[in-house]
């Protein structure tokens, strides 16, 4: 689970750095930012499934709770950003955001 998250991590880099030379400093921190938007809830829930394994008091529920938790902490990080930062490139920021969702789909597909 934490190796999703890592690759989540370098494609949104990677996105972002492309975004600075395609649009500049707004546009690769707006992807930077769509890149967080996914990347963050996604590790808070890579933390929680490691401390329920650990605990030994695993739940198909609390699975469904803690994606149900991650979906919402998605949303409400994209009105974060989205209400706070003024100069937001909205295809920076949707780039950012699909990268970092397909990005353990790219790494499946280049190592097969």
Known sequence: MFRAVLHQSVA?????????LWVGQHGALS???????????NLLFALRLWATVRSGKVSVGGVFVGEFIKVAATLALLVIVAG?????????????????????????LTKA
Request: charged fraction near 5%; aromatic fraction near 12%; avoid cysteine.
């Open 12 to 20: 949104t880099l990677l996105v972002s750095g492309l975004a600075w």
């Open 31 to 41: 992807a930077g930012l769509g890149g967080a938007v996914i990347v963050i809830p």
């Open 84 to 108: 706070a930062y003024r100069d937001l490139h909205w295809l920076a920021l949707l780039a950012g955001m699909f990268v970092a969702l397909k990005a353990n789909l790219f790494v499946i």
